[in-house]
Protein backbone atom coordinates (compact mmCIF):
# COMPACT_ATOMS: atom_id res chain seq x y z
CA UNK A 1 0.00 0.00 0.00
CA UNK A 2 1.43 3.47 -1.17
CA UNK A 3 2.36 5.94 1.97
CA UNK A 4 2.73 9.66 1.84
CA UNK A 5 4.08 12.25 4.52
CA UNK A 6 2.23 15.41 4.30
CA UNK A 7 4.16 18.82 6.07
CA UNK A 8 4.05 22.66 5.98
CA UNK A 9 6.66 24.80 6.07
CA UNK A 10 7.55 28.74 6.64
CA UNK A 11 11.64 28.88 6.06
CA UNK A 12 12.70 25.24 7.23
CA UNK A 13 16.46 25.57 5.46
CA UNK A 14 18.06 24.46 9.05
CA UNK A 15 16.46 21.52 9.84
CA UNK A 16 14.43 20.03 6.27
CA UNK A 17 17.84 18.53 5.43
CA UNK A 18 17.23 15.77 8.36
CA UNK A 19 13.52 15.82 8.27
CA UNK A 20 14.14 14.83 4.34
CA UNK A 21 16.65 12.65 4.04
CA UNK A 22 15.22 10.32 7.07
CA UNK A 23 11.57 10.32 5.61
CA UNK A 24 12.52 9.59 2.08
CA UNK A 25 13.46 6.48 3.54
CA UNK A 26 9.92 5.60 4.90
CA UNK A 27 7.45 7.06 2.54
CA UNK A 28 6.69 6.67 -1.03
CA UNK A 29 5.86 9.98 -1.46
CA UNK A 30 5.71 13.59 0.04
CA UNK A 31 3.29 16.97 -0.20
CA UNK A 32 5.26 19.63 1.41
CA UNK A 33 2.53 23.29 1.94
CA UNK A 34 4.47 26.12 1.81
CA UNK A 35 3.45 29.34 3.51
CA UNK A 36 5.70 31.14 0.98
CA UNK A 37 9.19 30.54 2.51
CA UNK A 38 12.05 33.55 1.40
CA UNK A 39 15.20 30.90 2.42
CA UNK A 40 15.81 27.69 0.64
CA UNK A 41 13.50 25.24 1.48
CA UNK A 42 11.85 24.98 -1.65
CA UNK A 43 15.45 24.21 -3.66
CA UNK A 44 16.45 22.05 -0.44
CA UNK A 45 13.62 19.95 -0.94
CA UNK A 46 13.91 19.74 -4.91
CA UNK A 47 17.68 18.45 -4.41
CA UNK A 48 16.75 15.70 -1.65
CA UNK A 49 13.38 14.63 -2.87
CA UNK A 50 12.88 15.57 -6.57
CA UNK A 51 10.00 13.52 -7.16
CA UNK A 52 8.29 15.02 -4.42
CA UNK A 53 5.09 17.50 -4.41
CA UNK A 54 5.55 20.89 -2.94
CA UNK A 55 2.62 23.10 -3.05
CA UNK A 56 1.75 27.02 -2.04
CA UNK A 57 -0.47 26.81 0.41
CA UNK A 58 -3.94 28.85 -0.15
CA UNK A 59 -3.42 30.27 3.71
CA UNK A 60 -1.40 33.49 4.29
CA UNK A 61 -0.44 32.59 8.02
CA UNK A 62 -0.33 29.56 10.37
CA UNK A 63 -4.35 29.67 11.46
CA UNK A 64 -4.40 26.59 13.45
CA UNK A 65 -7.96 25.66 12.32
CA UNK A 66 -7.32 26.70 8.12
CA UNK A 67 -3.73 24.59 8.91
CA UNK A 68 -6.04 21.30 9.02
CA UNK A 69 -8.34 21.63 6.86
CA UNK A 70 -5.46 22.11 3.82
CA UNK A 71 -4.10 19.60 5.08
CA UNK A 72 -7.49 17.09 5.05
CA UNK A 73 -8.02 18.39 1.30
CA UNK A 74 -4.42 16.77 0.22
CA UNK A 75 -5.14 13.47 2.37
CA UNK A 76 -8.43 13.28 0.31
CA UNK A 77 -7.06 12.87 -2.55
CA UNK A 78 -4.48 10.22 -2.30
CA UNK A 79 -4.88 6.99 -1.39
CA UNK A 80 -2.85 4.81 1.00
CA UNK A 81 -1.24 5.36 4.72
CA UNK A 82 -0.60 9.08 5.68
CA UNK A 83 0.52 11.07 8.11
CA UNK A 84 0.99 14.95 8.43
CA UNK A 85 3.89 16.02 10.55
CA UNK A 86 5.92 19.00 11.41
CA UNK A 87 9.56 19.47 10.15
CA UNK A 88 10.78 18.65 14.20
CA UNK A 89 8.86 15.70 13.61
CA UNK A 90 10.80 12.50 13.01
CA UNK A 91 8.70 9.12 12.73
CA UNK A 92 10.69 5.83 13.81
CA UNK A 93 10.27 2.83 15.09
CA UNK A 94 9.08 -0.65 13.41
CA UNK A 95 6.97 1.51 10.43
CA UNK A 96 7.59 -1.16 7.93
CA UNK A 97 5.49 -3.78 9.37
CA UNK A 98 2.55 -1.26 9.62
CA UNK A 99 3.32 0.79 6.25
CA UNK A 100 3.18 -3.26 4.65
CA UNK A 101 0.04 -4.28 6.39
CA UNK A 102 -3.12 -3.61 3.90
CA UNK A 103 -5.53 -3.71 6.50
CA UNK A 104 -8.22 -1.12 5.65
CA UNK A 105 -9.62 2.02 7.51
CA UNK A 106 -7.18 1.42 10.21
CA UNK A 107 -5.54 4.13 12.76
CA UNK A 108 -2.03 4.11 14.40
CA UNK A 109 -1.83 6.51 17.00
CA UNK A 110 1.69 7.02 18.04
CA UNK A 111 3.18 9.11 20.98
CA UNK A 112 5.85 11.11 21.24
CA UNK A 113 8.77 11.91 23.02
CA UNK A 114 10.15 15.35 22.89
CA UNK A 115 13.58 16.25 23.04
CA UNK A 116 14.99 19.22 25.35
CA UNK A 117 18.14 21.43 25.59
CA UNK A 118 19.25 25.06 25.73
CA UNK A 119 22.24 25.72 24.67
CA UNK A 120 21.51 28.33 21.70
CA UNK A 121 25.50 28.81 20.90
CA UNK A 122 25.77 25.37 20.51
CA UNK A 123 26.51 23.55 17.13
CA UNK A 124 24.97 20.41 15.47
CA UNK A 125 26.50 18.05 13.17
CA UNK A 126 24.27 17.97 10.14
CA UNK A 127 25.82 14.74 8.76
CA UNK A 128 24.24 12.81 11.78
CA UNK A 129 20.66 12.12 12.85
CA UNK A 130 19.70 14.24 15.74
CA UNK A 131 19.49 11.58 18.50
CA UNK A 132 22.92 10.81 18.43
CA UNK A 133 23.68 13.76 19.43
CA UNK A 134 21.00 14.86 21.72
CA UNK A 135 19.01 12.41 24.44
CA UNK A 136 17.35 14.20 26.77
CA UNK A 137 13.66 14.61 26.25
CA UNK A 138 10.13 14.12 28.20
CA UNK A 139 9.07 11.21 27.86
CA UNK A 140 5.18 10.79 26.55
CA UNK A 141 4.91 8.33 30.01
CA UNK A 142 5.76 10.95 31.88
CA UNK A 143 3.75 12.98 30.26
CA UNK A 144 2.08 12.47 27.68
CA UNK A 145 0.68 16.36 27.53
CA UNK A 146 4.00 17.29 26.37
CA UNK A 147 3.46 16.08 23.00
CA UNK A 148 0.24 14.21 21.83
CA UNK A 149 0.00 11.66 19.63
CA UNK A 150 -0.02 11.71 16.10
CA UNK A 151 -2.13 9.41 13.65
CA UNK A 152 -0.82 7.30 10.76
CA UNK A 153 -3.62 5.82 8.96
CA UNK A 154 -5.38 4.85 5.92
CA UNK A 155 -8.34 6.35 6.60
CA UNK A 156 -10.40 8.52 4.20
CA UNK A 157 -13.30 10.14 6.57
CA UNK A 158 -10.51 11.51 8.53
CA UNK A 159 -11.12 14.46 10.96
CA UNK A 160 -8.53 16.42 13.21
CA UNK A 161 -8.63 18.47 16.78
CA UNK A 162 -7.25 21.79 16.23
CA UNK A 163 -3.36 21.10 15.93
CA UNK A 164 -3.81 17.50 14.54
CA UNK A 165 -2.73 16.15 18.35
CA UNK A 166 -4.84 12.89 19.79
CA UNK A 167 -5.65 12.19 23.32
CA UNK A 168 -4.54 8.63 23.32
CA UNK A 169 -2.27 6.13 21.65
CA UNK A 170 -2.54 2.36 20.42
CA UNK A 171 1.03 1.91 18.60
CA UNK A 172 4.26 1.98 20.60
CA UNK A 173 6.34 0.31 17.92
CA UNK A 174 6.65 2.92 16.59
CA UNK A 175 7.10 6.59 17.98
CA UNK A 176 7.53 10.45 16.88
CA UNK A 177 10.73 11.93 17.82
CA UNK A 178 10.19 15.55 18.41
CA UNK A 179 12.74 18.77 18.31
CA UNK A 180 11.32 21.60 18.17
CA UNK A 181 12.09 22.01 22.16
CA UNK A 182 15.28 21.33 21.58
CA UNK A 183 17.22 24.21 21.24
CA UNK A 184 20.61 23.25 20.89
CA UNK A 185 22.13 25.55 18.15
CA UNK A 186 21.80 29.27 16.85
CA UNK A 187 19.70 27.78 14.12
CA UNK A 188 17.47 25.92 16.11
CA UNK A 189 16.63 28.81 18.22
CA UNK A 190 15.77 31.08 15.16
CA UNK A 191 13.35 28.55 13.45
CA UNK A 192 11.44 28.77 16.55
CA UNK A 193 11.50 32.77 16.94
CA UNK A 194 10.34 33.03 13.29
CA UNK A 195 7.19 30.61 13.77
CA UNK A 196 5.40 33.50 15.49
CA UNK A 197 5.34 36.22 12.94
CA UNK A 198 3.10 33.28 11.11
CA UNK A 199 0.46 32.96 13.80
CA UNK A 200 -3.12 34.89 13.08
CA UNK A 201 -4.44 37.18 15.51
CA UNK A 202 -7.50 34.84 15.04
CA UNK A 203 -5.64 32.28 17.45
CA UNK A 204 -3.87 34.32 19.44
CA UNK A 205 -7.26 35.52 20.91
CA UNK A 206 -8.37 31.75 21.44
CA UNK A 207 -4.75 30.81 22.99
CA UNK A 208 -3.95 28.37 19.84
CA UNK A 209 -0.33 27.89 19.55
CA UNK A 210 0.64 29.86 22.38
CA UNK A 211 4.18 28.14 22.95
CA UNK A 212 5.23 30.32 19.85
CA UNK A 213 4.18 33.60 20.69
CA UNK A 214 4.84 33.79 24.96
CA UNK A 215 6.26 37.14 26.16
CA UNK A 216 5.42 40.67 26.69
CA UNK A 217 2.96 41.97 24.13
CA UNK A 218 3.09 38.45 22.82
CA UNK A 219 6.31 38.42 21.38
CA UNK A 220 8.78 35.43 22.36
CA UNK A 221 12.21 36.45 22.67
CA UNK A 222 15.14 34.04 23.84
CA UNK A 223 14.72 34.96 27.07
CA UNK A 224 11.23 34.50 27.22
CA UNK A 225 11.78 31.00 25.29
CA UNK A 226 14.02 29.90 28.05
CA UNK A 227 11.69 30.86 30.46
CA UNK A 228 8.52 28.99 29.10
CA UNK A 229 11.37 25.71 28.27
CA UNK A 230 12.56 26.07 32.28
CA UNK A 231 9.03 24.84 33.65
CA UNK A 232 9.41 21.65 32.00
CA UNK A 233 13.07 21.02 32.90
CA UNK A 234 12.30 18.92 35.71
CA UNK A 235 10.52 16.26 33.48
CA UNK A 236 13.61 15.95 31.60
CA UNK A 237 15.08 12.32 31.58
CA UNK A 238 17.93 10.70 29.81
CA UNK A 239 15.62 8.96 26.80
CA UNK A 240 19.20 6.59 25.54
CA UNK A 241 17.44 3.52 25.66
CA UNK A 242 14.24 4.77 23.70
CA UNK A 243 16.57 5.71 21.33
CA UNK A 244 18.65 2.42 20.43
CA UNK A 245 14.69 0.72 20.76
CA UNK A 246 13.82 3.07 17.82
CA UNK A 247 16.34 3.63 15.83
CA UNK A 248 18.79 0.76 15.69
CA UNK A 249 19.25 -1.37 12.62
CA UNK A 250 17.30 -4.66 12.38
CA UNK A 251 18.87 -7.58 13.36
CA UNK A 252 19.11 -11.35 10.96
CA UNK A 253 15.26 -11.43 11.29
CA UNK A 254 13.85 -15.31 10.80
CA UNK A 255 10.37 -16.25 9.98
CA UNK A 256 8.34 -19.76 9.19
CA UNK A 257 5.42 -19.48 7.30
CA UNK A 258 3.02 -22.79 7.59
CA UNK A 259 1.44 -24.51 4.69
CA UNK A 260 3.34 -22.20 2.57
CA UNK A 261 2.29 -23.29 -1.04
CA UNK A 262 5.38 -22.72 -3.66
CA UNK A 263 5.90 -18.80 -2.12
CA UNK A 264 6.39 -18.79 1.32
CA UNK A 265 4.82 -15.76 2.50
CA UNK A 266 6.90 -12.81 4.12
CA UNK A 267 4.27 -9.76 5.91
CA UNK A 268 6.96 -8.95 8.74
CA UNK A 269 9.65 -8.53 6.19
CA UNK A 270 12.46 -11.09 7.98
CA UNK A 271 15.72 -11.47 5.83
CA UNK A 272 15.29 -14.90 6.45
CA UNK A 273 12.23 -17.08 5.39
CA UNK A 274 11.43 -20.73 5.67
CA UNK A 275 8.31 -22.09 4.69
CA UNK A 276 6.29 -25.66 5.77
CA UNK A 277 3.78 -27.49 3.05
CA UNK A 278 2.62 -31.01 2.30
CA UNK A 279 3.70 -30.57 -1.05
CA UNK A 280 6.52 -32.99 -2.50
CA UNK A 281 7.56 -30.35 -5.03
CA UNK A 282 9.56 -28.61 -1.92
CA UNK A 283 12.44 -25.81 -2.58
CA UNK A 284 14.71 -24.23 -1.03
CA UNK A 285 13.90 -22.98 2.61
CA UNK A 286 10.10 -24.91 2.38
CA UNK A 287 10.49 -28.29 4.23
CA UNK A 288 8.03 -31.03 3.67
CA UNK A 289 5.78 -32.01 7.03
CA UNK A 290 2.07 -32.68 7.80
CA UNK A 291 1.62 -30.26 10.64
CA UNK A 292 -1.30 -32.03 11.88
CA UNK A 293 0.49 -35.62 12.74
CA UNK A 294 4.08 -33.95 12.86
CA UNK A 295 5.64 -31.89 14.60
CA UNK A 296 7.18 -28.52 13.37
CA UNK A 297 10.65 -29.60 11.98
CA UNK A 298 12.81 -26.80 13.70
CA UNK A 299 14.68 -26.02 17.22
CA UNK A 300 13.50 -24.04 20.00
CA UNK A 301 13.39 -20.76 19.78
CA UNK A 302 14.40 -20.18 16.57
CA UNK A 303 12.20 -17.79 14.58
CA UNK A 304 11.17 -13.71 15.04
CA UNK A 305 7.93 -14.92 13.59
CA UNK A 306 5.77 -17.76 12.35
CA UNK A 307 2.53 -17.02 9.87
CA UNK A 308 -0.38 -18.79 8.99
CA UNK A 309 -2.45 -17.88 6.00
CA UNK A 310 -5.50 -19.56 5.19
CA UNK A 311 -3.63 -22.36 6.98
CA UNK A 312 -5.26 -23.36 11.13
CA UNK A 313 -8.74 -23.99 9.73
CA UNK A 314 -7.43 -26.82 8.25
CA UNK A 315 -5.79 -28.40 11.42
CA UNK A 316 -8.21 -30.97 13.00
CA UNK A 317 -9.44 -29.58 16.68
CA UNK A 318 -9.85 -33.70 18.30
CA UNK A 319 -8.51 -37.21 16.76
CA UNK A 320 -7.82 -40.12 17.75
CA UNK A 321 -4.58 -42.01 16.41
CA UNK A 322 -5.11 -44.15 18.10
CA UNK A 323 -5.20 -41.97 21.00
CA UNK A 324 -7.33 -39.10 21.59
CA UNK A 325 -5.07 -36.00 20.35
CA UNK A 326 -5.76 -32.39 19.59
CA UNK A 327 -4.12 -31.15 16.52
CA UNK A 328 -4.77 -27.37 16.70
CA UNK A 329 -4.07 -27.29 20.29
CA UNK A 330 -0.52 -28.84 19.49
CA UNK A 331 0.47 -26.89 16.67
CA UNK A 332 -0.33 -23.72 18.87
CA UNK A 333 2.65 -25.58 21.61
CA UNK A 334 4.66 -25.84 18.64
CA UNK A 335 4.25 -22.78 17.38
CA UNK A 336 5.55 -21.34 20.99
CA UNK A 337 8.21 -23.80 21.00
CA UNK A 338 9.83 -22.38 17.64
CA UNK A 339 9.61 -18.53 18.58
CA UNK A 340 12.04 -16.49 20.24
CA UNK A 341 10.86 -14.95 23.65
CA UNK A 342 9.03 -11.96 21.84
CA UNK A 343 8.17 -13.58 18.75
CA UNK A 344 5.15 -12.68 16.75
CA UNK A 345 2.36 -15.42 15.48
CA UNK A 346 0.24 -14.37 13.33
CA UNK A 347 -2.59 -15.58 11.45
CA UNK A 348 -4.70 -14.63 8.79
CA UNK A 349 -8.08 -17.17 8.68
CA UNK A 350 -11.54 -17.21 7.41
CA UNK A 351 -13.58 -16.83 10.86
CA UNK A 352 -17.09 -17.07 12.19
CA UNK A 353 -19.84 -15.52 11.24
CA UNK A 354 -19.08 -15.49 8.11
CA UNK A 355 -19.94 -17.91 5.15
CA UNK A 356 -16.02 -18.04 4.26
CA UNK A 357 -15.00 -20.08 7.22
CA UNK A 358 -17.68 -23.45 5.55
CA UNK A 359 -17.49 -22.90 2.24
CA UNK A 360 -14.43 -25.34 1.75
CA UNK A 361 -15.25 -28.77 2.90
CA UNK A 362 -11.52 -29.53 3.68
CA UNK A 363 -12.07 -26.55 6.83
CA UNK A 364 -12.33 -28.44 10.16
CA UNK A 365 -11.31 -26.06 12.39
CA UNK A 366 -13.59 -22.94 13.35
CA UNK A 367 -11.78 -19.63 14.37
CA UNK A 368 -13.91 -16.81 16.16
CA UNK A 369 -13.09 -13.55 17.79
CA UNK A 370 -12.58 -15.64 20.92
CA UNK A 371 -10.68 -18.55 20.18
CA UNK A 372 -7.26 -16.93 20.89
CA UNK A 373 -8.12 -14.62 24.16
CA UNK A 374 -10.15 -17.19 25.86
CA UNK A 375 -7.72 -19.98 25.20
CA UNK A 376 -4.11 -19.11 24.36
CA UNK A 377 -3.60 -15.71 25.54
CA UNK A 378 -1.89 -15.44 29.31
CA UNK A 379 -4.52 -13.88 30.85
CA UNK A 380 -7.24 -17.11 30.47
CA UNK A 381 -5.07 -19.92 29.15
CA UNK A 382 -7.96 -21.94 29.44
CA UNK A 383 -6.35 -24.62 26.56
CA UNK A 384 -3.38 -25.25 28.76
CA UNK A 385 -5.67 -26.63 31.73
CA UNK A 386 -7.81 -28.56 29.78
CA UNK A 387 -6.05 -29.60 26.85
CA UNK A 388 -2.74 -29.30 27.61
CA UNK A 389 -1.36 -25.93 25.77
CA UNK A 390 2.56 -25.63 26.64
CA UNK A 391 3.15 -22.24 25.54
CA UNK A 392 1.91 -18.71 27.17
CA UNK A 393 1.03 -16.06 24.60
CA UNK A 394 -0.01 -12.24 25.07
CA UNK A 395 -2.67 -11.22 22.28
CA UNK A 396 -0.95 -7.81 20.34
CA UNK A 397 -4.17 -7.53 18.09
CA UNK A 398 -7.10 -9.05 16.32
CA UNK A 399 -8.92 -7.17 13.56
CA UNK A 400 -11.03 -8.20 10.64
CA UNK A 401 -10.34 -7.90 6.96
CA UNK A 402 -13.65 -9.06 5.55
CA UNK A 403 -14.27 -12.68 5.77
CA UNK A 404 -10.61 -13.12 7.32
CA UNK A 405 -9.92 -13.12 11.13
CA UNK A 406 -6.20 -11.24 11.49
CA UNK A 407 -4.38 -12.50 14.72
CA UNK A 408 -1.47 -11.31 15.74
CA UNK A 409 0.16 -13.24 19.42
CA UNK A 410 3.34 -12.61 21.14
CA UNK A 411 5.30 -15.30 22.77
CA UNK A 412 5.64 -14.46 26.39
Known sequence: MASTVIAHIYNEEYILPWWLEHHKKIFDHGIIIDYASTDRSREIIKEICPTWEVVQSKNSEFNARLVDVEVLEYERKIEGWRICLNVTEFLVGDYKKFLADTIRSTQHLIPTITFWDWDPNGELDKSKPLWTQKTQGIHYKTDFMARRARSLHNVKTMEYDVGRHFASYNNEEMMIFHYANCIASRGMLERRLQIQTKVPEHDRIRGWGSHHYHGPNGVMTADTLKELWSKDLPKVTDCSEDIVRYTKEP?????????????????????????????????????????????????????????????????????????????????????????????????????????????????????????????????????????????????????????????TLVKC
Open 251 to 407: DETYSLDLGCGEYPKNPFKAKHVYGIDVRDDTKNKIVRADLVIQPIPFVDNFFDYVTAHDFIEHIPRLMYSPNRRYPFVELMSEIWRVLKVGGKFYSKTPAFPHAAAFWDPTHVNFITEQTFPFYFDNERMWAKEVYGFKGQFRIESQTWDGPHLLS
